[in-house]
């Protein structure tokens, strides 16, 4: 079995920055690619950023030069450092995970993923 438990979010003003981390469970971690997605009330969720066992990433459009997604293997914790925050990157932020992946490109929907965390809400004020 897997766990995955986020935290690190809050409320922050736009132009702020907030580090959320996914700690892993139950698994060796260094043999899964982890993600990031984010969900806001009444919409889809949208993936965020990727990152395989190698350190290759992934992100999306909306949050490139923005968020670094980062891994710590001896810790079993994945990280996603969120900078220059905007009022629309409010969302509930959820840590996903995907044993095994094989692809050197980290898996970008959330039908690649088989694991995933509770959520943490982030709030950015304008």
């Known amino acids: 079995q897997v766990q995955l438990v986020e935290s690190g979010g809050g409320l922050v003003q736009a132009g702020g920055s907030l580090r959320l981390s996914c700690t892993a469970s139950?698994?060796?971690?260094?043999?899964?690619?982890m993600g990031w997605f984010r969900q806001a009330p009444g919409k889809e969720r949208e993936f965020v950023a990727a990152i395989n066992w190698s350190d290759n990433t992934y992100y999306a459009d909306s949050v490139k030069g923005r968020f670094t997604i980062s891994r710590d293997n001896a810790k079993n914790t994945a990280y996603l450092q969120m900078n220059s925050l905007k009022p629309e990157d409010t969302a509930v932020y959820y840590c996903?995970?995907?044993?095994?992946?094989?692809?050197?490109?980290?898996?970008?929907?959330?039908?690649?993923?088989?694991?995933w965390g509770q959520g943490t809400q982030v709030t950015v004020s304008s």
């Open positions: 996903a995970a995907r044993w095994p992946w094989i692809p050197a490109t980290p898996p970008q929907h959330r039908r690649e993923y088989n694991y």
């Open positions: 139950g698994r060796t971690f260094s043999s899964c690619a």
